[in-house]
């Protein structure tokens, strides 16, 4: 990669305007300081490594100043503004961004605000964004996009992009799709579609990964395997990249004179007092208020702390546009006004409040000189703040009490986890952490400091970038070639070379169109002669390879000589026309769960369940589709739970939902029957998910053909079954 271009809603510098021009000042936020130490380090490596940012500069900017903030935006940060108007502003990001995702997908679905005019701000801003990274991409370059005020630019950027190389990550968390199906449709649709235009999507545990894929099955009908999303044209990814921090920054920092001054500075201030501490932005999301009532409760049932304590609260002006924001202010004023009046003393004040923000040093002193910091979110997708802590104390001492509730409880288990809504947990954590001997704070911090270290925020990039260029590589590597006329000849030519051939054949797509009901989808006498043709030819063995049960495939083929493997691989059909099972098999969870799948008949209309011999089917391909296809995805979550402890697997085919034992699949079976019949070429050919199985199994050198789309395991593709029955007639023409 020479060139990353990073796109956020916020530049890494806010421009101020005044009389006589502006001016650019850095800005320092999470993201900003991650990326930092990433892109010093690639660039020491690579000199022609260039990074461009896409974003907004978070003012407005004169029209007739435009021009000169971007030539120094780019000349000073390499940075390519997005100029906004004050309505823009208010309407995408005040608005949908800040009163529709963020109480969203933190959790406080009361706050939300479902306004249209929002929406459409929000899609247009969005379009304003792909325009302007469309402005500097050159082709090689990579994408990477941030967070909830972006979700719909990867999907628009792969409309007008499709090789890009583009990823996604989400800083705030993503929600359950309880919560998530509040938002109207098309929201909904948009929002997963947009983020689904990235080639890798990445969260900051795997909850929000697996809500997000969840979310993904039940609005669009996407399934996944293990994080792939199994979506025709290109494979993507959804996975997990806890971000980190400039671990060696704070470390050092906390090390320097200056800091230690300026902490020695506070510590008179507060009389050699304990300290506990927080800095957060003004936000309901930040538990705030709670932590005020744990502290009071502390207080009231601690009273020995009382005038021995400080809790230095910092919170950092934010979203002051917003309604909820200037009334949690106003709330968190009274609050600390309240506990100081009750428990303060001539000499003591409980709370020493500031609202404003810090410079680096100073929050660094903070950091140093606290022997606890509380740190107590309702929702947070990770929060950095209790990683920075835990980074500035050399010696190892300091208790971090942090909310479960935040991303960084994931990989910070050893601190004093608390629940943020339970004000007696926090009380009693905060006694536990100022009685908490040295040597056991030590013995809890050393751990997470060494993640902390190995894991930091430049891990944390190479790692995305790093996942991106592999899932770039895999769709390279699963893009197969339309099997042309000319690729035909050269296939069929090896075939007939061969002594022994094996010929593979899914039937239902891939040898006849689908039908309305599966037992419509009976041969027609042209594909029996065809198939009766390639069969009789000396060293050819063909077999079906088919999810049907054997009853219908054995009746259908009954005088003909081909193999059968029926049921995805349970049985199959021996030359003397006996069936056996490939691999012994029991079916007594079809007891258990066949009431659940006559529940989803009776509630659906249209739909039906087939009864194979080792599994159970709902098709639901004559139902209404949205509802058949949301029925689906509600059957295959039920089941799934229900069959954890089963030996069974739960499969999507094309409109059906299938349930069998696992271990059985179309690669098995072939691998089988490859074995035992030894040939020297092999052609498979099949249509859908099941397939794949069949194609990753096979050795590399065997033939192996997707019907429908080019993304596939397999080697060549097709386009449908008028075009395999057409290389069919071909290799029987030239056999015989
Ligand atoms: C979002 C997600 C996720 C804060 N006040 C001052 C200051 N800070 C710095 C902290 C820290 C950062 O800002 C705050 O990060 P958080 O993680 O706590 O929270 P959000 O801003 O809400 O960020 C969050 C994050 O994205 C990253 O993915 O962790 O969950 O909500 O670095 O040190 N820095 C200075 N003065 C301050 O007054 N210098």
Redesign the pocket.
């Known amino acids: 990669m020479s060139r990353l271009i990073v796109v956020s809603n916020r530049l890494p510098f806010t421009l101020r305007a005044h009389e006589s021009g502006f001016e650019l000042t850095p800005s320092?936020?999470?993201?900003v300081?991650a990326l930092g130490s990433y892109l010093a380090g690639k660039q020491r490596e690579d000199p022609e490594f260039e990074c461009i940012w896409v974003g907004w500069p978070g003012g407005p900017v004169p029209k007739e100043q435009e021009a000169a903030v971007k030539q120094r935006a780019l000349e000073e940060y390499r940075a390519h503004p997005v100029f906004l108007t004050p309505e823009e502003v208010d309407n995408f990001y005040h608005g949908f961004s800040n009163k529709t995702l963020w109480p969203l997908f933190h959790y406080a679905p009361s706050y939300v605000e479902y306004d249209p005019k929002y929406w459409d701000s929000y899609v247009h801003v969005n379009t304003l964004f792909r325009d302007a990274v469309l402005e500097v991409f050159r082709p090689g370059d990579v994408i990477w996009v941030h967070d909830y005020q972006l979700l719909l630019l990867p999907g628009m950027l792969r409309d007008a992009l499709p090789d890009a190389s583009i990823g996604f990550f989400l800083?705030?968390p993503f929600p359950a799709h309880e919560i998530f199906r509040l938002m109207p449709g098309e929201w909904k649709r948009s929002i997963l579609s947009g983020m689904l235009g990235a080639d890798l999507i990445g969260f900051h545990t795997h909850d929000y990964t697996q809500y997000f894929l969840h979310c993904v099955f039940r609005v669009l009908g996407h399934d996944h395997h293990l994080g792939q999303i199994a979506m025709e044209e290109r494979v993507r990814r959804a996975d997990t990249f806890p971000?980190g921090i400039d671990f060696d920054r704070f470390m050092e920092a906390a090390r320097s004179e200056r800091v230690a001054k300026l902490a020695e500075e506070i510590l008179l201030g507060i009389r050699g007092r304990k300290a506990i501490f927080s800095?957060?932005?003004l936000d309901y999301t930040k538990g705030l208020l709670n932590r005020l009532r744990g502290y009071e409760e502390f207080l009231v049932r601690y009273p020995e702390w009382r005038g021995q304590v400080v809790f230095l609260l910092?919170v950092?002006p934010s979203r002051e546009e917003v309604p909820q924001y200037q009334r949690m202010k106003q709330e968190l004023d009274e609050r600390v006004g309240q506990i100081n009046g009750q428990f303060g003393t001539m000499e003591w004040v409980p709370i020493v409040y500031s609202y404003r923000?810090?410079?680096?040093e100073m929050?660094s002193a903070l950091y140093v000189l606290s022997p606890v910091a509380l740190i107590t979110p309702l929702r947070?997708?990770?929060?950095?703040?209790a990683k920075?802590y835990l980074a500035s104390k050399p010696d190892g001492t300091g208790v971090l009490i942090l909310s479960e509730m935040a991303?960084a409880a994931r990989e910070l288990g050893e601190a004093l986890l608390i629940n943020p809504n339970h004000f007696v947990e926090i009380a009693d954590a905060l006694h536990q952490a100022l009685t908490m001997d040295p040597e056991e704070q030590v013995r809890r911090n050393r751990p997470m400091q060494e993640r902390l270290r190995a894991y930091d925020s430049r891990r944390w990039a190479e790692h995305f970038l790093s996942s991106l260029a592999r899932v770039k590589t895999q769709q390279g590597q699963l893009a197969t070639r339309q099997l042309t006329p000319a690729l035909q000849e050269d296939v069929v030519r090896s075939l007939v070379e061969a002594k022994k051939r094996l010929i593979l054949l899914d039937y239902d797509g891939t040898l006849v169109p689908f039908a309305s009901q599966p037992n419509l989808a009976a041969p027609d006498p042209e594909l029996l002669t065809l198939l009766g043709r390639l069969s009789e030819t000396p060293g050819s063995m063909v077999f079906l390879i088919s999810g049907r049960d054997k009853g219908t495939l054995g009746e259908w083929f009954r005088t003909s000589k081909i193999g059968i493997i029926a049921e995805h691989g349970a049985s199959i059909r021996e030359d003397n026309g006996q069936w056996r099972l490939l691999k012994p098999l029991t079916t007594e969870w079809k007891g258990r769960l066949r009431p659940i799948l006559r529940m989803y008949v009776d509630q659906v209309a249209g739909s039906l369940l087939e009864e194979k011999e080792f599994s159970l089917a709902w098709h639901y391909r004559r139902c209404e589709p949205e509802l058949g296809a949301q029925r689906a995805k509600e059957l295959i979550d039920e089941v799934t739970q229900f069959t954890a402890n089963l030996d069974v697997q739960v499969l999507e085919g094309k409109k059906v939902v299938e349930i069998r034992n696992s271990g059985v699949n179309k690669g098995a079976a072939a691998l089988s029957v490859v074995s035992e019949l030894r040939p020297d070429r092999i052609l498979a050919i099949g249509d859908d998910q099941t397939d794949e199985d069949l194609f990753r199994a096979l050795p590399t050198d065997a033939i192996t053909v997707r019907v429908g789309t080019p993304f596939s395991h397999a080697r060549y593709s097709l386009n449908n079954h008028r075009d395999v029955r057409a290389l069919l007639d071909l290799l029987a023409r030239r056999l015989s």
């Not at 320092?28 to 993201?31: F, H, I, R, T, V």
């Not at 923000?357 to 680096?360: E, I, K, Q």
């Not at 947070?380 to 703040?385: P, Y």
């Open positions: 320092a936020g999470g993201l300081t800083h705030i971000i800095v957060d932005r910092t950092v923000s810090l410079d680096f929050l947070d997708g990770m929060n950095l703040v920075e991303g």
